[in-house]
């Protein structure tokens, strides 16, 4: 049977979040059932219920960056067991059978994969509710456990801004290792950990940033070394520099000087910037032999192979833990940037309504 499940929402598209009661589905034979204990907030959780990305589903339900303790498993879960602490990303259920599934990339699934919220269940057809709840039914699949030594107070927000992040520089591993000269492009929520992932493999880490009152910051964050996308002299001093350009910038943007900064054969991946870009200039990609793309989040493999990096490493996205009830005020600094990095909420402050 369905249960009950308390969680913050919106009933309208656009309106501020505020105390909702829905249902959760009964455990299938390959489900876990989930307590949450730590939600970290995205920006598309903005952006979903804002209707930003067309009408949501409702009532919406936003979060999938998830921590929290198993508290029951179907008969034929395998890999944890009550009691454990786990991690839920941005996807909970795809058709594991075709070849992207099977290759280890579910979020590029041929049939579609089934996002944590807003999105229909691939078999009764409901409404996927997120992380801003007290509790989240998930297949095993997609339940990840977090390592003894990971603290889970502040791991949630590497299941969406960790693993957007460290996933193309794995894909492109060639290019970011010891030797080689990477740049991060926004300090955000995905950028920071781009430079801390950067640097942690081993290259040469430049931030790109629009401020030169961000270089201290991001120095502190592992950058070996600051670029002001706004400096002529600068840009043109880093002219064909770059193995590999990490663009975490989260508006549509001319990509254009960036490209120009890459050597030959370089790389450069967005992940930040879902929206239409301005026209690129064919001679620019041509000229050293250029290549630009894309990467959206990461597949089970990678997820696992990202948290236990963090856990040898000891690295954590950059975070600041908020009440549920301060949550609305919450997405109004997010949406000035006035947060440093990440905001995480502690789902203990979950009150129960009448």
Known sequence: MPTQALGWGTRTPGQTLEPIRFERRDLRPDDVAIRITYAGICHSDLHHCRGDWGTPRLPAIPGHEIVGEVTAVGPEVTRVKVGDTVAVGTIVDSCLQCRECKDGWEQFCLEGATYTYGHPDRHDGSVTCGGYSDHIITREH???????????????????????????????????????????AGIGGLGHLGVKFAAALGAEVTAITTSAAKAEEAQRLGAHHVLVSTDKEQMKAARSKFDFILDTIPVGHDVQPYLGLLRR????????????????????????????????????????????????????????????????????RMEKGDVRYRFVIDMSTLEPTA
């Not at 370089?266 to 239409?276: F, L, Q, T």
Request: glycine share 10%; charged share 15%; net charge negative.
């Open 142 to 184: 997609f339940v990840f456990g977090l390592p003894a030594n990971l603290d889970p107070a502040r791991a949630a927000p590497l299941l969406c801004a960790g693993i957007t992040s460290w996933s193309p520089l794995r894909q492109y591993k060639e290019h970011v290792a010891p030797g080689k000269q990477v740049a991060v």
């Open 265 to 332: 054969a370089g790389r450069m991946v967005i992940v930040g910037a879902i929206e239409p870009l301005p026209p690129i200039h064919g001679g620019l990609l041509i000229s050293n032999n250029r290549a630009i793309g894309g990467s959206g989040v990461g597949g089970v493999p990678e997820t696992v192979e990202m948290l236990d990096f963090c856990a040898e490493h000891q690295l954590y996205p950059e975070v600041e833990t908020i009440r549920m009830d301060e949550v609305n005020h919450a997405w109004e």
